[in-house]
C-alpha cells in the first residue's frame, strides 16, 4: 500500500472517531442550555472585525449594541480636500460606516459618487460630529483651502470635552499637517489619555519632554512617536529629552516608534541599539516600526545588533516581530507587514 494512501486511511479512521465523540457529547447537553460568552471574549472578537461588520451586529441585542458602541472606533483614512466650486470633499475608507452609523442624523452634506460634499459653512458640524463619535483617524490627509480652520475645529473639540469633563480615553491622529505642539497640548488639557498617538511635521519627540506634557503622560499606557530622516540618533540633548519623556510614562507604558530608517546594515544597526539602549536607561518598553527598510536589512541588523553587542538578551522571534531584552528594558522591532497592535 502506497504511503499517501495509508496516511489518508488513518486520517479517515481519526475523523469518524472524532464524529462519534462529538454525536456522544451533543446527546449529553441539555437542549436548552445556553451558552454564555463573557464581555471581555466578545470584546476581543469585535475588535478583530471589520468596522462594518462590527456595526452590523449591533443590531443583534441591545446588550451588544451596547458593547459595540464602547470599543474603539478608528477610520483608517481620512482624506478632505477643497473642490473647484469652493466646497469641501471627505473621501474614506469606510464611507458606508461613515454615513450609515457615524452621521446617520447630519443632514449637513451630499454625497455624489461615493464622496460626501458639504459647504466650509457646514465645516464645523460635520467635523465635530466625526471626531466626537470616533476613537480617532489613523491617517488624516488634509488639502483643503481651510486645512487652517478643520485643524483649529478638532482642537477646540478636545479642548471642550476636557473642560466638560466627557474625557476620551484616546488620541489618534496620524499623518496630520499642520498641527502645533501647543494645539496637542491643548487638546489633552486636563485629560486622563491612556492612548496618545498623534504624529504631523510639526510635532517632534521631544516636545514630550516640556513641563505641560508631564502630568499627561502619567496616564498613557500607549505612546506613539515619529522621527524621519533627518533626526540624528547622535544628538545628546535630543536623547535625553527623550528618555525623560520615556520615564514619564507608567512603568508598564510602551512607546511606539516609526522611524524612517535609510541607508546601510550598519546604519539601521545603530538605529535599533539607539532604541533599546534608551529601554534599558528607562526600563519601559519600546516597539520600533522601521520605515523604508526592507525586512532583508531589519533582519541583517538585528543579527548583527545580537553577535556585537553585549548585555542584549537572545532575541525572541514572535508572530510581530522580534522581541529583545537589555537591562530591564524591552524592545520589539516589528515586521515589515506588521503595524502596532497587530502583534498582540
Known amino acids: 500500500m502506497s504511503r499517501s494512501r495509508s496516511v489518508f486511511r488513518f486520517a479517515k479512521k481519526k475523523f469518524l472517531e472524532c464524529q462519534c465523540k462529538l454525536k456522544r457529547t451533543v446527546k449529553n447537553v441539555s437542549k436548552t442550555s445556553n451558552i454564555v460568552l463573557d464581555e471581555p471574549i466578545l470584546e476581543e472578537i469585535f475588535k478583530k472585525l471589520d468596522i462594518k461588520d462590527r456595526v452590523m451586529f449591533r443590531n443583534l441585542s441591545p446588550h451588544i449594541h451596547d458593547l459595540i458602541d464602547r470599543l474603539p472606533l478608528i477610520l483608517p483614512f481620512v482624506f478632505i480636500r ?29 454625497v455624489n459618487d461615493g464622496v460626501m460634499v ?71 488639557n486636563e485629560s486622563r489619555l491612556e492612548e496618545l498617538a498623534v504624529v504631523g511635521e510639526l510635532i517632534k519627540p521631544s516636545i514630550f519632554d516640556r513641563k505641560e506634557a508631564g502630568t499627561m503622560l502619567e496616564t498613557v499606557n500607549s505612546l506613539l512617536i515619529q522621527v524621519d530622516s533627518s533626526f540624528s540618533i547622535h544628538d545628546v540633548s535630543e536623547r535625553e529629552a527623550i528618555l525623560r519623556m520615556m520615564s514619564s510614562l507608567p512603568i508598564s507604558g510602551v512607546l511606539e516608534v516609526i522611524h524612517v530608517s535609510r541607508g546601510t546594515v550598519t546604519d539601521t544597526t545603530k538605529v535599533i541599539n539607539y532604541w533599546i539602549q534608551l529601554a534599558r ?6 516597539k520600533l516600526k522601521l520605515e523604508e527598510c526592507s525586512q532583508e536589512r531589519a533582519d541583517a541588523a538585528v543579527g548583527r545588533l545580537l553577535r556585537k553587542v553585549r548585555g542584549i538578551g537572545r532575541g525572541e522571534w514572535t508572530k510581530g516581530g522580534v522581541s529583545m531584552q537589555m537591562g530591564d528594558g524591552r524592545l520589539t522591532v516589528l515586521d515589515k507587514r506588521t503595524w502596532f497592535g497587530d502583534d498582540q
Not at 143 to 155: K, L
Not at 281 to 286: C, F, G, L, N, T
Open 82 to 110: 477643497s473642490d473647484s466650486r469652493g466646497n469641501i470633499e471627505l473621501q474614506c475608507d469606510h464611507m458606508d460606516v461613515l454615513l450609515g452609523y457615524i452621521l446617520v442624523d447630519i443632514p449637513s452634506f451630499k
Open 118 to 188: 458639504f459647504s466650509y459653512s457646514n465645516a464645523r458640524t460635520v467635523i465635530t460630529s466625526i471626531v466626537s463619535r470616533i476613537t480617532g483617524i489613523a491617517h488624516l490627509w488634509l488639502d483643503s483651502t481651510w486645512n487652517g480652520y478643520i485643524v483649529q475645529t478638532i482642537v477646540e473639540y478636545y479642548q471642550a470635552i476636557n473642560h466638560d469633563n466627557k474625557r476620551k480615553r484616546s488620541l489618534i491622529l496620524t499623518g496630520i499637517d499642520g498641527l502645533e505642539p501647543d494645539d496637542l497640548f491643548r487638546m489633552t
Open 281 to 286: 536607561d528607562s526600563s519601559r518598553e519600546v
